[in-house]
């Protein structure tokens, strides 16, 4: 029994520690801060660029063609898991990715991209809207989905999440209102990406061990920003000698936000349904065991003991490589460019952002008018708001407000907010325009009266 034990034990531990140095542990490489998972997607992709546009291409291109053909529910597809899952999605959705590959084409082949004028064409493909999702979202996803896709498995199917659940759910369940084994998702969300922690959560989501509401609360509450691309909001406004009090900022936004937002509609009012039944932990720790530790060591080793060998460990990372590729980077093409289109060709965010004047007035932010402008157009892309208060705004008070807020609305549509809607979590886009909104607010009455400390 003990060498069983013994056995498991390492199968749990070894799998496991090699799963958190490679997505949590934090590496300075280059003068900078990343994840080794970052390190080996950029290594990659360095060797790969000049393929990488074209197999963004043809993967969205796959993923339109039989989208298309399985609303006809042919055999191959319905008979195979991996197919069926992946191109087996609502008509609104095909739509989507029929969208989503008309404008890849278009970017790719520089259609009307050297042109003067102002027509649609040459918005759609411009470096602002389609070349940049193109360029320098989807190269770079099309890399980290692949690896951290077959890799995550390491985070997965050897009891790590079983493990840190049974001991976090005491803090994670009455602070967050969900379960202990997300702290995985967000760790690995704020020291690597995001785009990680959706991955993640929707692989959790579709497993049954998160109900519909704790998915969608995890979705969009704790797939923080990098501290990687929190330095490089922060650059942009040149402030970067304000960084320890800018992070430190985020973190309690993050903290309070993750608090309130479950707590509030539409979040608060998602059901506890699960895609698959009697998965998830109970929550409370049962009488044979000691101490959360003891019975999250029996959770980890019960799951390791279910480990079904390499082909299983592979299939299962092709999975989530496949479901990404196929599911999400149309969305992130589609929608990511139809929300630049908007932020760089209409008024619209201008528009909607004038609400936000009062509030702005009222928290003393000078400059008002100036950074109202920047509180929607984040709901497109994170990066944005930064841009615009680099050009427009001369007050530091307002662009140090401006690069917190950017990063604490977290949710854009040009990636997290794209991967949420491409994937088969259950949230909207109306949804996630109103939890936008109350991030925004929250965020707003918290760092304004800390930058008239600071300032």
Same mark, same amino acid.
């Given at each position: 029994? &003990? ?17 958190? =140095? ?14 080794? $998972? ?37 055999? #191959? ?11 087996? $999605? ?25 042109? %003067?004028?102002?027509? /649609? ?13 193109? +360029? %320098?979202? =989807? ?85 923080? $920003? ?9 650059? *942009?406004?040149?402030?970067? &000698? ?45 009488? *044979? ?16 003991? &279910?480990? +079904? ?16 590729? #196929? ?10 460019? @139809?929300?630049?289109? =908007? ?15 009062? =509030? ?9 008018? &100036? ?6 157009? +984040?709901?497109? %892309? ?26 604490? *609305?977290?949710?854009? @549509?040009?990636?997290? +907010? ?6 088969? @979590? ?6 996630? #325009?109103? /939890? ?8 707003? @009455? ?8 600071? #300032?």
């Amino acid at each position: 029994m &003990e060498k069983r034990d013994s056995k498991l034990l390492a199968r749990f531990l070894v799998p496991s520690i090699v799963g958190i =140095l490679i997505f949590m542990i934090p590496i300075k490489y280059g003068g900078e801060w990343t994840i080794a $998972v970052k390190i080996l997607a950029d290594k990659i992709g360095g060797v790969l660029a000049s393929v990488l546009p074209i197999l963004c291409v043809i993967i969205i291109t796959i993923s339109a063609i039989l989208s298309v053909i399985a609303l006809a529910k042919p055999k #191959f597809i319905t008979d195979n898991d991996i197919l069926n899952d992946t191109f087996s $999605v609502s008509p609104i959705w095909v739509i989507v990715r029929v969208i989503g590959c008309v404008f890849i084409w278009l970017t790719y082949l520089g259609v009307a991209a050297g042109d %003067d004028d102002t027509g /649609i064409l040459h918005m759609i493909t411009e470096g602002g809207a389609g070349g940049f999702v193109l +360029g %320098d979202l =989807l190269t770079v996803l099309v890399i980290i989905f692949a690896i951290a896709g077959l890799l995550l498995p390491l985070l997965l199917d050897f009891g790590l999440l079983e493990f840190i659940g049974a001991i976090l759910t005491k803090v994670m369940r009455p602070l967050f209102k969900i379960p202990g084994r997300a702290a995985v998702d967000c760790i690995t969300s704020w020291i690597g990406d995001g785009t990680l922690g959706v991955m993640l959560t929707c692989n959790q989501y579709e497993g049954g061990y998160y109900s519909a509401r704790e998915a969608s609360v995890i979705a969009t509450t704790f797939s923080a $920003v990098s501290i990687t691309f929190s330095i490089v909001v922060l650059a *942009q406004v040149d402030m970067m &000698e304000y960084f320890g009090v800018y992070y430190l900022i985020i973190c309690l936004v993050g903290i309070i936000c993750a608090i309130i937002s479950p707590r509030i509609p539409p979040l608060s009012m998602k059901k506890d349904d699960y895609v698959v039944e009697g998965k998830a932990m109970p929550e409370t720790i049962p009488s *044979q065991y000691k101490s959360s530790f003891d019975y999250g060591m029996s959770l980890a080793l019960d799951k390791a003991a &279910e480990f +079904g060998g390499i082909g299983q460990f592979l299939k299962n990372g092709l999975k989530n490589a496949v479901g990404m590729w #196929f599911g999400v980077l149309p969305t992130v093409m589609a929608i990511g460019t @139809l929300a630049l289109l =908007l932020a760089n060709n209409t008024s619209i965010f201008e528009i909607l952002g004038k609400p936000f004047m009062p =509030l702005l007035e009222l928290l003393q932010v000078p400059e008002a008018a &100036e950074a109202s402008k920047t509180m929607i157009v +984040g709901f497109t %892309d994170m990066f944005t708001p930064s841009i615009i208060a680099a050009e427009g705004i001369a007050a530091p008070m307002t662009k140090f407000i401006v690069a917190v807020v950017s990063v604490t *609305q977290l949710i854009y @549509l040009s990636e997290v +907010g794209g991967l949420i809607l491409g994937s088969k @979590l259950p949230v909207k886009l109306w949804e996630l #325009f109103v /939890i936008f909104l109350e991030r925004t607010i929250i965020s707003l @009455l918290i760092v304004c009266p800390l930058a008239h400390l600071i #300032f």
